[in-house]
Nanobody, 122 residues
Framework: QVQLTESGGGLVQPGGSLKLSCLGS????????MGWFRQARGKERETVALISWTGRWTNYADSVKGRFTITRDMANNTVTLQMNNLEPEDTAVYYC???????????????WGKGTQVTVSS
């Protein structure tokens, strides 16, 4: 069974940091583009950060540029999202996803995790 499992979410104060991890199981994701998406209550899902299968190409939503960093560890079949200087507007459920190419992941990822809640509040 192929799964993506997110971890690392929680409650943090504005200006704080969190690191989300996504562990792939059931298959290797070495040659898959990976990404993080989020959905706040009452809002549509949005793309947060994407990374190519090589790790050499990354893309970020304007709202998180300079604050979030996506990386991948092929050896451990994981992708992480380091989130710094968090804002209340970053509160959402964060989902990990995978697809064969960056073009596909932007349109319709093949695999999804179940999500992890991030709440930024004082």
């Amino acid at each position: 069974q192929v799964q993506l499992t997110e971890s690392g979410g929680g409650l943090v104060q504005p200006g704080g940091s969190l690191k989300l991890s996504c562990l792939g199981s059931g298959r290797r994701f070495d040659n898959y583009a990976m990404g993080w998406f989020r959905q706040a209550r009452g809002k549509e899902r949005e793309t947060v950060a994407l990374i190519s299968w090589t790790g050499r190409w990354t893309n970020y939503a304007d709202s998180v540029k300079g604050r979030f960093t996506i990386t991948r560890d092929m050896a451990n079949n994981t992708v992480t999202l380091q989130m710094n200087n968090l804002e209340p507007e970053d509160t959402a459920v964060y989902y990990c996803a995978a697809a064969p190419t960056v073009q596909i992941i932007m349109r319709d990822p093949e695999f999804w995790g179940k999500g992890t809640q991030v709440t930024v509040s004082s």
